[in-house]
């Protein structure tokens, strides 16, 4: 996805790296709102003419930096599941409020419509998201927290689903409204 | 969209209006799984071939069709919502089924995260569809049959997300129990 030039320099190949690994670290760390050009210069300790010289699109290094990490959401569930749901949703919705996010998730989508390579990057995602939820659930379940009973697919599809359609296809903000309806939608499966 | 070269010859004309008009009737009458080449070609009176002609992609063809007419989704309400709500998204998922129908769909989705062209055609069809729904909600509350106090286009983002996510994002196909928890979500806000 990467429009840089093949080349056989060995500083720009270094240099390539530094800032690929940069992207990497910043967007399994921070997730994808802060794999802006200046803050992927500042962590590859490089000029930012340098990251733009290799990726002049933003949302390019950020789709090949996405290929590559998992992404940092619906990690690390403590206790209260609606809490953390509505937490991590609007998380996920504060992300995708960054047009480069947009653009790179609805391309991506796009693109695995014909290319298996892309529906292939697409499922990984999801199926990532849906084995942390089931991990979240069980560990509520386990605490004694009343939890929903449900398939593990169908949770995902329920919290995921209206922030992103709203995000992208309706090209508007997630009011928390609507994120409680499907946190409170999930949750109210007993 | 359409990847026909400009023509002045009158009967390229002619044909190339036939075939458009054709597309759009079977898309307002029985919706966009319909729009085929083969359809398309009998409805308008024509060969096959000049249709291919004209648009030798048919996704090319349903999304010029599709940026012309309405949509025939959530139309004539007359009682019994959870029931209507249900075929009507099983209506949905069913075209969704379609592949044509997806990369349309996506295509446009993509498109419209960078093109204000896209984004409005977007939003006419969700404005649509918010319009109908409002309309059969205020038609089942004059009836007497219990509805959802929510805001219009957060019933719409309701009933919509699962079904486009679980066809587009995830690329599976919208099971019966997927859909049914969609329309009860939604009725369960009194």
Do not use: C, K
């Amino acid at each position: 996805m990467s429009t840089t030039p093949r080349t056989d320099d060995p500083r720009a190949i270094r240099s390539r790296s530094a800032v690929l690994d940069a992207a990497r670290r910043l967007l399994q760390q921070e997730g994808p709102a802060a794999v802006t050009h200046l803050r992927v210069a500042a962590e590859a300790g490089v000029g930012r003419a340098t990251v733009y010289r290799h990726w002049p699109d933003p949302a390019a290094l950020l789709s090949e930096a996405m290929s590559q990490v998992p992404l940092p959401f619906f990690t690390d569930y403590d206790h209260d599941l609606p809490g953390w749901l509505t937490e991590q949703l609007r998380r996920l919705a504060d992300e995708l409020t960054v047009p480069a996010v947009r653009q790179v998730t609805a391309t991506l989508v796009q693109t695995a419509q014909w290319d298996p390579e892309a529906r292939t990057q697409l499922q990984r995602w999801l199926q990532a998201i849906t084995r942390r939820l089931h991990h979240a659930l069980s560990q509520a379940a386990s605490n004694g927290e009343p939890t929903p009973h449900a398939d593990a697919s169908d949770v995902t599809t329920q919290l995921l689903a209206p922030i992103v359609f709203r995000a992208i296809f309706e090209g508007e903000p997630v009011s928390d409204q609507l994120l409680h309806q499907a946190v409170a939608a999930v949750l109210a499966q007993r």
